[in-house]
């Protein structure tokens, strides 16, 4: 096997990621709809819940990474949302699914976000040979 066909940009592997990503987004959002449309009977509640996984419906569209990274760190909220209700009531079904749902969607998102940064460095140049460097070392200047 050629050692190009190594070097591929995972391209296909971040498509795979992004399906995934949209699985468990959506399901996450059908959870938090039902949660708050069903159970607490409150249309403010339910903008307030969506609106911020809504905002990041651009990052998944477009595959920007770090949109991708802020949306991870929205999701720890929604993880810890979820685990707080597993605990206080584990007989409830939507806080199992809100605390599933958002797992999956911050690990989809995490390994989509991991695979375009592979991606793009991999479409980075590379030097002729192993000893060979692209970028000229700057010699260092005594302090």
């Keep these: 096997m050629p050692i190009d066909s190594l070097l591929t940009p995972p391209l296909h592997l971040a498509r795979r990621w992004q399906k995934g990503l949209w699985l468990f987004w959506a399901s996450l959002i059908l959870v938090l709809a039902v949660q708050q449309l069903f159970i607490a009977g409150s249309l403010f509640r339910l903008i307030v819940s969506l609106a911020p996984l809504l905002m990041f419906s651009h990052a998944i569209v477009r595959g920007k990474r770090r949109p991708l990274l802020w949306l991870c760190f929205v999701l ?17 079904w939507l806080n ?18 991991h695979s375009l940064l592979k991606a793009q460095v991999n479409q980075l140049p590379r030097p002729a040979h192993p000893g060979q460097t692209t970028v000229q070392p700057q010699p260092e200047t005594p302090l």
Excluded at 76 to 92: C, R
Excluded at 96 to 104: E, T
Aim: charge should be neutral.
């Design 96 to 113: 199992w699914g809100l605390a599933i749902c958002s797992s999956g969607t911050f690990v989809c998102a995490m390994l989509f976000a």
């Design 76 to 92: 720890l909220l929604y993880i810890l949302k979820g685990i707080e209700g597993v605990v206080l009531a584990p007989h409830h």
